[in-house]
């Protein structure tokens, strides 16, 4: 990867600004990071999408798939700025037809998600979005989803990481991690 340009930067300095840390929530003890700034300002929204898309540019992809929920909010304009198709990857019970499952282990029990079993053909070229990654388990499930469909997985996409938890170090045996922010 190409080293960062001191306007690139810039930029990641304004969004991470723009982040906003709420103490307490969901739960005391939690600081939930907040991306709905980046969202609300058009500029801001624009940069960001911008620097979501760059690292996959030129890799020809066929499908983004994005994480319930706030996967979806920047995963549906990658995917239009890589002139792919979306796939949202939902919790139980939310899509209308046939669906594959997987059960994943949190830190505090287990939960599952599923995909349309006709999301994607065989060998399709995916990138997994989310707004965050911690400790990776989410974007890990979905892993399993997509190459149980037989699914390629070319990177995954992150508008910010908790770089203390290492949760790209559990991905990266399977495609390049790429988070814009670290916190």
Excluded at 35 to 49: A, Q
Excluded at 138 to 164: C, D, H, N, P, R
Aim: net charge negative.
């Amino acid at each position: 990867m190409p080293p960062i340009s001191n306007v690139e930067k810039s930029i990641k300095g304004l969004l991470l600004e723009n982040i906003r840390s709420i103490k307490d929530f969901p739960k005391p003890g939690i600081v939930f990071k907040d991306i709905t700034p980046l969202l609300n300002d058009k500029h801001l929204l624009e940069l960001t999408s911008m620097l979501l898309a760059n690292p996959f540019r030129g890799m020809e992809v066929d499908h983004v798939a994005g994480l319930e929920s706030r996967g979806f909010l920047f995963g549906t304009n990658l995917a239009q700025d890589l002139h792919a198709g979306f796939i949202p990857i939902r919790k139980p019970n939310k899509l209308p037809a046939e669906t594959e499952k997987v059960e994943y282990e949190l830190e505090y029990g287990t939960d599952s998600l599923e995909i349309h079993q006709d999301a994607i053909k065989p060998g399709a070229k995916v990138v997994i979005h989310d707004d965050l990654i911690a400790t990776g388990g989410t974007a890990k499930a979905a892993t399993e989803l997509i190459q149980k469909l037989g699914g390629q997985i070319v990177g995954y996409s992150f508008v910010m990481e908790i770089k203390a938890l290492q949760g790209s170090s559990k991905l990266e045996a399977v495609a390049p991690c790429f988070a814009l922010l670290s916190v």
